[in-house]
């Protein structure tokens, strides 16, 4: 194969295809010196290899997004983002299903390359808001996968502890729909132990860490993480990794994929829970009966956590310590031992997280799920805890390392052996190139009847004491003479001395190594038990999610059936993800990790060796080399590369095979570039490849330019049709329209002769008979016109019929004017009355109080401007509706026309006190409110004359003439929050009863009597706004000053 320049451009060799010469060592070589200068991908044809550089590197930008973009496989250097975008135009342009197989060691940064994977495709998919919200949802359900699933080991401090496969479903168009998650055994044990230099889950630190004082309180935690047994003694910071804004992205993240704040507290309440169940204490104490048994030595978490959960401490404590088993219909409680009750604690403490984190899996994927039932086209991405091989491996390694010897098994049957097989099927000649098939490691684990997790699962519900001794002697007796199963046992019958090999562990000759396991725990990791008075005693709760978590718990639907082991259902997990896989089309990244301690810029030979071994780099690379890179089926190759042959284009008539032999012949590609199977067509190097494409990306250019050249051609001739028929059309029509002017002309012509012989004959009877009165009948006839002109336009310009408005038109003639204006003069009254005309009868009450106002008020009182928005009400009191005020409206005798509350200054200290003020057609009545009876009644005629202030106050004084029946005591000091409307209604009664007007003065000293002596009240002016006015302050005993605003 040749190589595109920009492969050869690089540092080593691009692709391990054109390595040469071709070994282990010189391709451990070439990823070590490309490593040095931060080139960490390398391809193995359409294969990408990947080497963590632990550190960030600037070839992710926005710039290196677009530049891959709809770009040849080859066209680049090597990059995640070119089998990205080859994956995505496989689905988009030729409707085919694809998966992204990420593979390797923990720590060799697989969950990195998904996110980039995730990435690159939400950076070149549509847009608009609707696909952005799909496309934000997508990558925003990473931040909380990997903060619930996520937690640091030995090798990785992002490490992976349970599989994730994301279908993201598209459109015909290649936008993005939605997607569906599945999850894989979770690590749960996790949650309860881990070991030294590890930390448990993400969020429990990110909960701490990140959590406000207010919602820690909420959720009865505390800060510091030592005090959480779950947690460890451990420092728990990582370098580099910020607690508190990651628990801050994961809750933005939980919003943008639509989770509500209800089920977000819900999610960390169900997190503090666990926590809390680690700082479940038990002790041991003796019954009755001398049987040991557990009870719980700190109630105070038991406390919290049934805070938490809605739920009785009796409740809890009792299933924790105790246990009921049913026999022959008959349930008897046992108390169980220390040990049990740990057991159960931290089996329930698993149980609730594996469970919720199914839940938040469940939830993202109804989020993120489609909707419509048109067909779609999906795209798998497998981001899968990688192969662990640890100083003490237990079942949870075993089932991580049988996912990985499946996902090997798929990329041997998918890219080797399919690879030679197809070779044979369509009749090729191929040279063999030998492989490790490791489906002999697959099936030692999984065979239904001698296979390790079938022994397991028999021994799990073998009847009678089963312990991890009698499964590894199960296992020693079946799995003896299997050449990858390795025990004590079977070395001892080989006379083989192992020191390494301790008594209680096996050993699985891996794909990727030799792997010792300890069975202690198998067994019970595999029972997976939970016992069912904890089931019960959760759904209890009066949580709803917790409750939600536990239906078995409901004992209506309770059942005696024994659950699936936790082996079988991985089993049955890793069948159907087998399944989904093989039903793609496959794109690999292998991703190596350089170095065990995670520093930059550190390659480790040995390390990487052992992984490009178990990962089968070397065979890969021989099998391209020793084969073709690419091969298609003769239609669709007919169908793209056709318009390159005169033979073949626009359309063969012959077999598809013919049709591409007679293509490429005609193309004059050597014959050894070439090899035609029964069905397909093989093309040795991608250049043969490429040069296809430059052929027909040229001829397509020439086609399109044939296809412009033709359609402006036909829209050239359709428009010259068009512009000929409508040329015709304007030409008899100018004619038409040529020969109706010359008529019209030749009409005005002869009308013109005409009217000047008349006008002759006119002129010349004029100068015979009529030319002495001639001036005044032309100067009347003008003079007819001007008017007639004159009123008709005034008629058309009439001014608007509304009564604030004096506009009038100016007269345009000078001999006009007088008339013009006599003409405004009578417009603007009459309009003024066919306004008055409309008005109702109580609109032409209002304004002729508010008239009368006017003449009292205006320009005299400041208090005037403020009461022109206000309409009079006359009645403020509400005298009719109020019984208490019954016998004031029977005062009234019917006559009432204004009732409101007034202040009534005393004329002793100043002090104002309310008073109820009725005016009458005849009286006015001072009333207490309280007692709601008259005190005063002062007749109209009494009334010599009102006092106000000219400020904006109500403070008004009446006074009285001596002869009145009150008048002994003195004037009226009132003051009134209607001062306005009260003078106006007092000065009408006063004119329509007595026929006087009301003689009212507006200064700022006047004076009053009180009793038989004088007083001089003065009215002073105060900037303080906010103090309640008006004010009054007695001076001596002859004045009084006024304060007001």
């Known amino acids: 194969m040749e190589a595109n320049p920009s ?31 931060q080139e960490i991908y390398t391809y193995i044809g359409n294969v990408v290899i990947s080497v963590n550089p632990y550190r960030p590197l600037p070839i992710y930008s926005p710039q290196t997004v677009e530049d891959y973009r709809n770009c040849n496989f080859f066209a680049l250097k090597p ?121 448990n889950f993400h969020i429990f630190y990110q909960l701490l860490a990140g959590g406000s004082d207010q919602l820690l309180k909420e959720l009865k935690l505390k800060r510091d993480c030592g005090h959480y047994g779950y947690l460890g003694q451990e420092d728990p910071s990582l370098p580099g990794m910020d607690d508190a804004a990651n628990f801050r992205a994961v809750q933005d993240a939980m919003t943008v994929i639509g989770f509500s704040p209800a089920e977000v507290r819900a999610l960390l309440e169900v997190a503090a829970v666990v926590l809390n169940l680690g700082n479940v204490r038990l002790g041991s104490q003796f019954q009755a009966s001398g049987i040991e048994s557990c009870s719980i030595q700190d109630s105070q978490a038991v406390r919290e956590i049934c805070e938490l959960i809605g739920l009785p401490e009796s409740v809890l404590e009792k299933a924790l310590c105790s246990r009921t088993v049913e026999a022959k219909k008959e349930k008897v409680v046992t108390g169980l031992s220390v040990a049990q009750g740990c057991y159960g604690r931290d089996a329930l403490a698993k149980n609730i997280y594996n469970r919720l984190f199914n839940w938040l899996v469940n939830r993202i994927n109804a989020s993120i799920k489609v909707d419509s039932s048109e067909r779609r086209k999906v795209m ?8 662990e091989i640890f100083q003490n491996n237990s079942f949870e390694q075993f089932v991580i390392n049988y996912c990985n010897e499946k996902l090997q098994q798929v990329f041997i049957l998918m890219t080797l052996k399919e690879e030679q097989e197809e070779y044979v099927r369509e009749g090729i000649q191929w040279t063999p190139v030998d492989f490790f098939d490791n489906s002999i490691i697959c099936s030692l684990i999984e065979d239904s009847k001698a296979g390790i997790l079938a022994m397991l699962d028999e021994e799990c519900l073998r009847p009678g004491v089963v312990t991890e001794e009698t499964f590894l002697a199960k296992l020693n007796q079946v799995c003896a003479s299997h050449k990858h199963y390795e025990s004590r046992d079977t070395q001892n ?12 562990c096996f050993r699985v000759h891996h794909y990727a190594g030799k792997v010792t396991y300890n069975v202690t725990g198998f067994v019970e990791k595999n029972n997976d038990l939970l016992f069912r008075d904890l089931s019960q005693a959760m759904w209890k709760a009066r949580h709803e999610l917790l409750r939600s978590l536990f239906p078995e718990g409901d004992p209506q639907k309770a059942s005696l059936r024994r659950p699936p082991t936790a082996g079988s259902q991985f089993k049955a997990s890793i069948a159907t993800l087998m399944k989904n896989l093989y039903s793609k089309n496959p794109n690999y990244i292998r991703c190596i990790k350089p170095n065990n301690n995670k520093e930059p810029g550190v390659f480790t030979d040995g390390l990487v060796q052992m992984q490009v071994r178990y990962l089968g780099l070397l065979e890969n690379v021989r099998v391209r080399r020793a084969g073709y890179a690419y091969r298609q089926g003769y239609e669709p190759c007919l169908e793209r590369y056709k318009m390159l042959c005169k033979q073949t284009w626009p359309k063969w008539k012959g077999g598809a095979r013919d049709g591409v032999q007679a293509l490429l012949t005609d193309l004059c ?21 490429f040069d296809l494409e430059d052929r027909r990306r040229l001829r397509m250019a020439d086609l399109a330019s044939l296809i412009q050249a033709t359609y402006r051609g036909w829209r050239c001739r359709t428009h010259y049709q068009q512009m000929r028929k409508s040329q015709i059309v304007i030409s008899a029509w100018f004619r038409g329209q040529a020969q ?104 032409k009450a209002l304004l002729q109080d508010k008239l009368c106002a006017s003449e009292l008020f205006k320009d005299k009182k400041t208090l005037y401007t403020k009461s022109l928005q206000q309409s009079f009400q006359g009645e403020y009191l509400g005298l009719q509706k109020n019984p208490k005020y019954r016998a004031l409206h029977t005062a009234a005798e019917g006559k009432l026309v204004l009732a409101d ?45 009102v006092s106000v202030t000219r400020f904006s106050d109500g403070f008004f004084v009446l006074h009285l003439s001596e002869t009145s029946t009150v008048g002994a005591k003195g004037d009226f000091l009132l003051v009134s929050d209607h001062l306005i409307e009260l003078i106006t209604k007092l000065h009408q009664t006063l004119l329509e009863t007595t026929a006087k007007t009301l003689n009212l003065q507006v200064a700022d000293e006047f004076s009053t009597q009180f009793g038989k002596s004088s007083v001089a009240i003065r009215i002073v002016e105060t900037a303080e706004k906010n103090r309640v006015a008006p004010v009054c302050k007695k001076k001596g005993s002859h004045k009084m000053e006024i304060l007001v605003h």
């Open 669 to 689: 590609i050597p014959p050894v570039e070439l090899a035609y199977g029964h069905t397909k067509i093989f093309i040795r190097t991608p250049r043969t490849l």
């Open 7 to 37: 492969l050869l451009d690089t540092v080593g060799v691009g692709d391990l295809v054109l390595l040469d010469p071709l070994s282990e060592e010189s391709l451990l070589q070439n990823l070590k010196e490309r490593f040095r200068h």
């Open 79 to 199: 990059h995640i983002y070119a089998i990205a975008d080859d994956a995505y135009r496989s689905l988009r342009d030729r409707d085919k299903d694809q998966c992204i197989l990420i593979t390797g060691e923990s720590g060799a940064g697989k969950t990195e390359a998904s996110k980039q994977v995730m990435s690159y495709v939400a950076a070149v998919c549509g847009k608009g808001e609707e696909v952005n919200q799909v496309k934000e949802q997508l990558l925003q359900s990473n931040p909380v996968l990997e903060a619930f699933g996520n937690a640091k080991t030995i090798r990785n401090d992002n490490s992976s502890r349970f599989g994730k496969y994301m279908d993201v479903e598209f459109d015909f168009k290649g936008q993005p729909l939605g997607g569906v998650i599945s999850n894989y055994l979770l690590e749960k044990s996790r949650v309860v132990r881990h070991v030294k230099g590890e930390r």
């Open 740 to 843: 109706k002017k010359r008529f019209e002309q030749m009409k005005r012509s002869t009308l013109l002769i005409q009217a000047w012989v008349r006008g002759w004959k006119t002129r010349k009877q004029y100068k015979k008979y009529f030319r002495s009165g001639a001036s005044a009948t032309l100067a009347n006839f003008i003079y007819r016109r001007l008017l007639q002109k004159f009123f008709l336009g005034l008629r058309n310009n009439l001014p608007p019929l509304v009564v604030t408005d004096r506009s009038w038109p100016a007269a345009p003639y000078k001999f006009l004017a007088n008339t013009n204006e006599e003409l405004k003069k009578i417009f603007y009254p009459w309009k003024c009355k066919k306004y008055r005309d409309r008005l109702t009868p109580q609109r």
């Open 901 to 945: 509350t007034v202040r009534k200054v005393n004329r002793a200290n100043g002090k104002a006190v309310p008073r109820l003020f009725l005016l009458t057609k005849n009286h006015i009545i001072l009333a207490d409110p309280k007692a709601a009876q008259p005190k005063t009644v002062v007749s109209l005629s009494d009334i010599r004359s």
């Open 493 to 504: 019958a080989q006379r083989i001395t192992d020191a390494s090999l301790a008594g209680p």
């Open 380 to 387: 798998g991405v497998l981001d899968i805890y990688g192969f």
